[in-house]
């Protein structure tokens, strides 16, 4: 598979690579709400709903068979770490939204998770082919610790926008806030205008 460098997005942004107030790191540290969920292939489920044309519920095999890409990115966290050059596979938000067939009204995505983790995205932030359902790292399946088996990358966001354990993904008509938005984190998130809290 091909792998893709979208880590020249940031001129979409700002003038240089490494956001202000961030540092880059080699590491890449595991931050959650709480501990790791676990998870059963055998059971385990994705669902598309809201104001869309068809809800979609998938299977592990079922996601998995989606087409997928191979993309280099840059990932950013709110508590002030950047990693460059992960390499993260998976489905690009924009394939499931086709699949869909969202409504002209949806405006807002409220994504979730299996540890009832929520985030939440303007539509047009997330209509990105850099936008991830990811299960691969850098050549690797992703680990449990980083959200696998699934989570969302969002290269343009902080990362607190990238739900770990994804496990749906709600159009709403209205905007919605999620876990750490509630908790005073921006709404917007953008790490070239440090958008960390409201």
Known sequence: MDDTDVTDLYEEFGDDRLPPGQRETNQFPVLSKSG??????????????????TELSLSWDDFRSLPSVTQTQDFHC???WSRFDCEFTGVPFPELAERAGVHDEAVHVLFTALDDYTTDLPLEDCLRDDVLFTWGLDGS??????????????PHKYAYKGAKWVDGVEFCTDSQRGYWERRGYSSTANP???ERYS
């Open 141 to 154: 399946t992703l680990p449990a610790d980083h959200g696998g088996p699934l989570r969302v990358v969002t």
């Open 78 to 80: 709110v508590t002030g």
């Open 36 to 53: 790791t969920p676990d998870w059963d292939p055998e059971t385990w489920e994705f669902t598309v709903s809201g104001a869309v044309e």
């Open 192 to 194: 070239w205008e440090e």
